[in-house]
């Protein structure tokens, strides 16, 4: 076994054999092992056993600076053959005799040198090429936003490799198959026109891409008992004289790397040294280098965007901001807030699919579109959407940061539903015509954040706020009105919202189906109608005032006059009908024992 030091220039350099089973220390006063070009080796660094066709390499404790293995420091590693170390600015890389398979099935040259190439190890590098080279990787970016799909950005990686390396005569963009797998070969194309497939060598990827993570070489010699035919010379299972894979450093890219292979025009490889040190592989190695950095990098960002564009389905700017920001997965961590919980649920849904049973694809999507109209709303208001159930949507404000105008913001969502629905309502050409909601809002303490298992979670809220909420939603039905809120929410509206963005009228006082605790619920409602003019079902503030009347004297068991009030109440108000039904039910007399509750026989 051999050990090859290269250090920061040409001369730099020596190629020693490994004693089998004898440890040898590397270090400046070494004897025979020294590298007096490092300033940063010391006198004893590292102790070296070869045994089994592997080279064990252990850093000694007198040693300061550290030994870079796989890109990371390492205090005890092994090497396999054509694996390296790297101790400050000198790469030390072990080979055998005979050297690693080819790179191609049927090519049987003797491997006569292999090089491993730390990432980054070439940056000092000057291009002798430079303005050509920069020419190519200036099109990088229009290449990658401008690829339809996956496979047209391998066709268009291909064709830039093989225009910034003018002696290559393939390359491929490959991915790191299993064991058991053969090699993926994601695309791959030649310089020449010539038969045969191209068979990237499967040991030689995945000693880049797995073991090694850094670029590996390799330069094959010539078998001077066979001459090459002019056929097989053209042919992609003909002789290359060297190739090389560059993994590509980047989670948007996982397994992909970069096989690029050729041949030195008719000159034999007599060593490595020749061809890389006089940059006639260095230049192909930085460039390819340079490719999957920059590739690597652009596709993090569009993946960035991507999920972004994703989130933002689901969360408010300002949320966004939060978990663009440098602790996301903190941000996302479970914990308690203070929120307001929006449920809004579609009316009509199910008799909908009845009628239309053999059309269901489109009434999924008239579907689609009101959950659209939902989650606008929510969202325009600075909502996070928490869930989808069927054809109901889920808002809540509060978290991951505190909002003080979380009550007003969720009431301008349920108040711009209403209001969307109603004009669509009104247009029988629309998809939505027919369709109508029930919306519940209520307020109070809950965990908001990734709720779930370890294996999947998804951003939501819990506790009974949420259920009050949707309790609400449901009782919209019962009392016949379209936005009900409880009431801390209430509270908050009669301090905080605007009378020209929306008013509250308290409902009644009700035990909910399968509640033991009343709750007072009160409606949300529009602005007042200007003076003078007539919208159907709108109420005015005398109107308001009416009810409120209406409801106190019904509470105190004055029905008679509970009765005259609600007759002062617009007839085409719906909402007041559950007084008015409860009195007549009872012969306008309160049962004994009345405490102002009016029972509900069922959710909804």
Not at 226 to 251: H, K, M
Not at 441 to 453: E, Q
Not at 581 to 588: A, G, M, Q, S, T
Request: net charge negative; aromatic share 6%; proline share 8%.
């Amino acid at each position: 076994m051999l050990l090859l030091a290269q250090g920061p220039t040409p001369g730099d350099t020596w190629r020693k054999a490994l004693p089998t089973d004898v440890p040898v220390v590397l270090g400046r006063d070494a004897p025979g092992w020294a590298a007096p070009w490092e300033p940063f080796l010391a006198r004893k660094h590292a102790e070296l056993t070869a045994r089994g066709g592997r080279l064990k390499v252990r850093k000694l404790a007198g040693a300061s600076n550290p030994v870079f293995h796989a890109g990371a420091p390492a205090d005890s590693f092994e090497l396999v053959p054509g694996g390296s170390f790297v101790i400050g600015r000198t790469t030390f890389t072990l080979h055998t005799e005979a050297g690693p398979s080819p790179v191609s099935p049927g090519d049987d040259r003797p491997v006569i040198e292999a090089r491993t190439v730390a990432h980054h190890e070439l940056d000092r590098l000057a291009f002798r090429d430079a303005p050509h080279r920069l020419d190519v990787l200036s099109k990088l970016p229009e290449v990658i936003s401008h690829a339809t799909d996956e496979a047209d950005l391998f066709g268009r990686l291909v064709d830039m490799l093989l225009a910034g390396i003018r002696r290559a005569d393939a390359a491929a963009i490959v991915a790191l198959p299993a064991d058991d797998e053969p090699m993926k070969v994601l695309h791959w194309d030649r310089r020449l026109s010539g038969t045969g497939e191209f068979e990237p060598s499967k040991r030689l990827v995945k000693e880049a891409v797995a073991e090694q993570k850094q670029t590996v070489l390799r330069v094959w010699g010539a078998r001077p008992e066979v001459e090459a035919s002019p056929t097989d010379a053209n042919t992609l299972q003909g002789r290359f004289d060297w190739a090389f894979c560059t993994p590509i450093y980047s989670d948007a890219c996982p397994g992909w790397a970069m096989y690029v292979a050729g041949r030195f025009n008719g000159a034999q490889a007599h060593s490595l040294l020749a061809p890389w040190e006089s940059n006639e592989l260095r230049d192909d190695v930085k460039f390819t280098e340079l490719v999957g950095d920059i590739l690597g990098s652009l596709r993090q960002v569009q993946l960035l965007r991507e999920r972004q564009g994703v989130f933002r389905r689901f969360f408010s700017p300002g949320v966004m901001n939060v978990l663009s920001g440098g602790d996301a997965p903190r941000a996302l961590e479970p914990r308690e807030a203070d929120v307001t919980v929006l449920f809004c649920d579609l009316r009509g849904f199910s008799r909908k699919v009845e009628e239309a049973s053999d059309q269901l694809l489109e009434v999924l999507n008239r579907v689609s579109a009101a959950l659209g109209l939902m989650t606008r709303n929510i969202l325009d208001n600075r909502g996070a959407i928490a869930d989808f159930l069927g054809d109901a949507a889920m808002g809540f404000w509060g978290w991951p940061l505190e909002q003080p105008g979380k009550v007003e913001q969720a009431c301008r969502a349920a108040l711009g539903i209403r209001a969307a629905f109603e004009a669509v309502g009104r247009d029988p050409a629309h998809p939505l015509y027919g369709f109508r909601v029930g919306v519940g809002v209520a307020t109070g303490r809950a965990v908001a954040g990734g709720i779930g298992t370890p294996e999947q979670a998804k951003v939501t809220v819990f506790g009974p706020v949420v259920n009050l909420a949707s309790r609400l939603q449901d009782m919209t039905k019962l009392l016949r009105v379209p936005i009900l809120i409880d009431e801390p929410t209430a509270d908050a509206v009669r301090a905080l919202l605007p009378p020209d963005v929306g008013r509250v009228r308290r409902m009644a006082k009700v035990r909910p189906f399968g509640l033991e605790t009343p709750l007072v619920v009160a409606e949300l409602i529009p602005p007042a109608p200007p003076p003078g003019t007539e919208a159907e079902g709108a109420l005015t503030d005398a109107d308001l005032d009416a009810y409120d009347q209406a409801l106190d004297a019904f509470l105190a068991g004055d029905w008679t006059a509970a009765y005259k009030h609600l007759h002062r109440v617009p007839p085409d108000d719906r909402g007041k009908d559950v007084l008015t039904e409860f009195i007549l039910k009872n012969n306008r007399t309160p049962p004994p024992g009345w405490d102002g509750v009016i029972p509900l026989g069922s959710k909804g």
